[in-house]
C-alpha cells in the first residue's frame, strides 16, 4: 500500500513539473515584462507574391457547349476587363507596399499599446515584432461575386537580447472589400465591391483601398496584443 502511495506521489510530482515546463514555454509572457520606455523595432518576410483574382472567371458548361458557345463574347469581354483590372491592382500595389506599411503601423501602434519607443534598427533594440506574411492578395469567386482581401500574417514579440518569444498571434482572415475602404460608394452594392466594381476603379482609388486594408491589418494585430496584454495583468 506505501508503495502505491509513493509511487502516486512522484506520478503527481512529475506531472506538476511536466506543466510547470509548459507554462515556461508559453508564448504570453507579456506580465513578465516592463515595457515602458524600451525601444522596440520590427522586421517582416513575404514569402510570396500578392495573390490577384487566382480563379478563372471563364465559365464552360461541357453539358450545353451551345449556351457556352452563345456566352463566349461576354465572357471574352470580361476577361479582357479582368487581365486589364489585374495590371491596375499590380501597379497599384507597387505604389503601396503593403507589407512595409502593415509593419511600420504594426510597430506604431503596438509600441503606442506597451509604451515602447519605436526605432528602425532591429539590432540595437530592445524588442523585436517579428513579423511573416505567408500570404495575401486580392480575389473574387467569380467575376460577378464580390471581391475579398485575404490575409495570413503571423506575429511574434521577441526579447531581442535573449532571443525568447513573449507573445505571438496570428491574422489569418478573408474579409469582403467595401466600396468605402476604396474611397467610393457608387459602384458598390450595399457597401460591398464586386469583381465588376473593382474594375471600374482607378489606380489611385486601389492604391487608396489597399493603404486602408494595410492599416486595418496593423490595427487589428495591435487590438490583439491590448486584449491579451490586458489579460496578462488582471491577476495582478
Not at 491592382?89 to 506604431?108: F, R, Y
Not at 539590432?123 to 471581391?147: K, P
Not at 452594392?189 to 469583381?195: K, R, S, Y
Request: aromatic share 8%; proline share 3%; with cysteine.
Amino acid at each position: 500500500m506505501r508503495n502505491c502511495l509513493v509511487k502516486l506521489m512522484l506520478w503527481v510530482m512529475a506531472f506538476s513539473l511536466g506543466l510547470a515546463l509548459m507554462g515556461c514555454g508559453s508564448s504570453n509572457r507579456l506580465k513578465d515584462y516592463t515595457f515602458r520606455d524600451m525601444t522596440a523595432a520590427a522586421m517582416i518576410a513575404v514569402p510570396s507574391e500578392p495573390e490577384v483574382f487566382t480563379d478563372s472567371f471563364l465559365e464552360i458548361d461541357p453539358e450545353d457547349l451551345l449556351a457556352s458557345a452563345l456566352r463566349a463574347g461576354t465572357t471574352l469581354a470580361k476577361e479582357i476587363t479582368a487581365d486589364q483590372t489585374r495590371a491596375r491592382l499590380d501597379s497599384a500595389m507597387a505604389q503601396v507596399d503593403l507589407p512595409e506599411q502593415i509593419l511600420d503601423g504594426t510597430l506604431q501602434r503596438c509600441s503606442q499599446y506597451l509604451h515602447l519607443l519605436p526605432i528602425y534598427d532591429p539590432n540595437r533594440s530592445d524588442f523585436l515584432f517579428d513579423m511573416v506574411i505567408n500570404s495575401y492578395g486580392i480575389d473574387a469567386e467569380s467575376w460577378d461575386s464580390r471581391v475579398y482581401f485575404k490575409m495570413d500574417l503571423e506575429v511574434y514579440l521577441l526579447d531581442n537580447n535573449t532571443g525568447l518569444e513573449i507573445w505571438k498571434t496570428r491574422v489569418k482572415e478573408k474579409q469582403s472589400v467595401s466600396g468605402l475602404a476604396f474611397g467610393t460608394s457608387s459602384v458598390a452594392a450595399d457597401n460591398v465591391i464586386t469583381a465588376i466594381g473593382l474594375s471600374q476603379l482607378s489606380v489611385g482609388e486601389m492604391v487608396e483601398g489597399f493603404q486602408f486594408l494595410a492599416d486595418d491589418t496593423a490595427d487589428r494585430v495591435a487590438r490583439k496584443l491590448r486584449r491579451d496584454y490586458a489579460k496578462s495583468r488582471e491577476s495582478e
